[in-house]
């Protein structure tokens, strides 16, 4: 008597009620770091000082975790308008972080061909949450040197005519800076939105938030992670109030919790102790730079950003990958996430000490 497979009918649910690309899609995958020094996912590896903590735990005891949080945030918007010199006639938009503002964003748009374009090695996420939202997805090679591409981007707008461009300057994982002028020029050909995105903003010194208003497609959008606030997830959105508030009929209420608007608030009152550290970063950076720059066999990107792209050998990026982490340090490998980033690895800066462990290790491991 034949043997009668058994169907797993809860697979055959997923097939039949999961979107074919959702199924395809693969899950965004954080290594585990325990006991190893972490240097692979930009965060700011100074904790606060002893009396900053002190002073915060004391104000933390007031706050009301019972009652849903203030679903506008309030007060830490005026911390923000102040902290960061938000244009007066600009609106805020919060966010759990800048993927669910990027999400936000890209539920907004209007038609399922609307296109969402990223000049590309870039942020996943802007890849990984178009998908999410059955958007189209069009991405742009940067030039050799990781520059933008100008005529092949002004190509790109006119053939695709996309809803919504990202730019991210200082670029993540390249870690340069995008020319002013170029910005412009794609501002000027696009009928969409130009969300331009300055995670690492505070290590580079240049913004685009003083020209809001000057283009009427203009975004821009930050986050408090990489200035050492990562464990709070806190993003924000800066523009017209015409556009952010049709964004804001998307967010969830309370998406922002009551203990993060609190030490968000309470935190950016010590603006110096943040800045202090930044400028630690900038100059470790520069060292670190310079210091795996001397490392024969490797090439070194320039970095406005808190973090350091370099290529290794030919073939010998994963194998160096792996040899960090025997020696106790976590980098990211970025060898084959695009064409452009092959054989490339990148480091975030971290502690002086982390620093110069981490150069030992790579100093062997080469």
Not at 75 to 85: H, I, N, S, V
Not at 161 to 174: E, F, G
Not at 243 to 259: A, G, H, Q, S, V
Request: glycine share 6%.
């Amino acid at each position: 008597m034949p043997v009668i497979p058994i169907v797993d009918r809860k697979d055959q649910k997923i097939i039949h009620l999961i979107r074919p690309e959702v199924q395809a899609l693969k899950q965004y995958h954080v290594p585990p770091s325990r006991g190893l020094i972490k240097l692979d996912a930009m965060e700011n590896p100074y904790s606060w000082p002893a009396y900053l903590r002190g002073e915060w735990l004391e104000e933390m005891q007031n706050v009301t975790l019972n009652r849903y949080p203030d679903p506008e945030s309030t007060e830490l918007k005026a911390r923000l308008r102040q902290t960061f010199g938000i244009p007066a006639g600009m609106d805020l938009l919060l966010g759990n972080g800048s993927d669910e503002l990027i999400q936000i964003i890209n539920l907004s748009l209007r038609g399922r061909d609307s296109k969402v374009m990223v000049p590309e090695p870039s942020f996943s996420m802007y890849r990984m949450i178009a998908a999410y939202v059955g958007l189209p997805y069009v991405g742009v090679p940067l030039n050799p040197d990781f520059s933008l591409d100008l005529p092949a981007m002004l190509a790109a707008i006119e053939q695709h005519q996309p809803s919504v461009i990202y730019l991210a300057s200082p670029n993540n994982p390249t870690g340069n800076l995008f020319a002013d002028g170029d910005i412009e020029q794609i501002l000027r050909a696009s009928r969409g939105l130009v969300v331009v995105d300055e995670a690492y903003t505070a290590f580079s010194g240049s913004s685009f938030m003083n020209r809001l208003g000057e283009f009427s497609n203009l975004l821009v959008m930050r986050t408090l992670s990489k200035m050492g606030l990562a464990g709070l997830r806190l993003g924000y959105l800066v523009g017209p109030t015409n556009w952010l508030c049709e964004f804001d009929k998307l967010r969830l209420p309370y998406n922002i919790n009551t203990l993060t608007q609190a030490t968000a608030e309470f935190v950016l009152r010590f603006e110096d102790e943040f800045e202090e550290q930044i400028g630690q970063i900038n100059r470790d950076r520069a060292w670190l730079a310079e210091s795996i720059r001397r490392l024969k066999g490797t090439e070194v990107f320039p970095s406005d950003a808190n973090f350091v792209l370099f290529r290794v050998g030919k073939g010998q990026a994963d194998r160096i990958h792996i040899a960090l982490q025997k020696k106790g340090v976590l980098i990211k490998n970025m060898n084959g996430v695009h064409e452009l980033l092959q054989d490339c690895l990148r480091v975030t800066v971290g502690k002086p000490s982390e620093n110069v462990a981490f150069l030992s290790a790579l100093t062997s491991a080469l």
